[in-house]
């Protein structure tokens, strides 16, 4: 399968996945957690340089990720390569993108299902995307959802799915598309109110799905 187009990337937040990530058990070398939290912050404030001047916000998150080894702070460095992945897609370097996540991936999946792991599955399932390799991306959304779903983790469930349904769209399998939809939509206590349906809506305006998701979730 092959993509064509492309979006704006406007989706990129890792706030509420850093909070859920900390308990993540992950060796390291007994650092100081004060300076080790203090760089986690700063991933987190890169990630979200992604929307505003990327460029800026890989030469940060660079930063953070020799900091973070230098002192040993192993989650930190995981946040800040994910930071680093998404200045990366953001500017268009799809293939560093995935690869910066995919090296991510090797690195959280010994510890089991997390959060953090579901998202960069998913992120790593939408460079792939933009690299044109649909069968790949597909293979890592449902990863992603499957560790979400293990984890209780609705929301990145619900992202998941709603980025496959993108897929779909991309590919013209629209009912497809529009089954997914319906799941991504009700993940709470099936309530069409609930905040993940703004951040995986898909709207059907003349027969159109449009690609909320990948395309932007504020």
């Known amino acids: 399968m092959k993509r064509a187009g492309t979006c704006p990337l406007a989706w990129l937040r890792l706030s509420s996945l850093a909070a859920a990530a900390l308990p993540l058990a992950l060796p390291s070398r007994a650092p100081q957690q004060p300076a080790c939290a203090l760089i986690a912050a700063q991933a987190d404030s890169a990630t979200n340089l992604a929307n505003v001047d990327a460029n800026a916000g890989l030469a940060e998150a660079?930063?953070?990720v020799a900091s973070a080894k230098a002192a040993g702070c192993t989650l930190a460095q995981v946040r800040a390569e994910a930071a680093r992945g998404d200045n990366l897609l953001t500017l268009g370097r799809y293939r560093d993108a995935r690869d910066a996540y995919e090296a991510l991936v090797r690195t959280l999946t010994p510890a089991g299902p997390s959060v953090l792991l579901a998202g960069m599955l998913r992120r790593?399932?939408?460079?792939y995307y933009y690299t044109g390799e649909l069968d790949r991306a597909l293979e890592r959304y449902r990863a992603s959802i499957s560790t979400a779903e293990k984890i209780g983790d609705r929301a990145d469930m619900?992202?998941?799915?709603?980025?496959i349904g993108a897929l779909y769209v991309e590919i013209g399998w629209l009912d497809e598309a529009l089954q997914i939809q319906q799941q991504a939509a009700?993940?709470?206590e099936g309530s069409p109110t609930s905040p993940l349906v703004s951040a995986t809506h898909f709207g059907c305006h003349g027969g159109v799905i449009h690609r909320a998701l990948l395309c932007g979730d504020e």
């Open 62 to 64: 660079e930063s953070l």
């Open 124 to 127: 790593a399932g939408a460079a």
């Open 158 to 163: 619900a992202k998941a799915q709603g980025n």
């Open 186 to 188: 009700w993940p709470a």
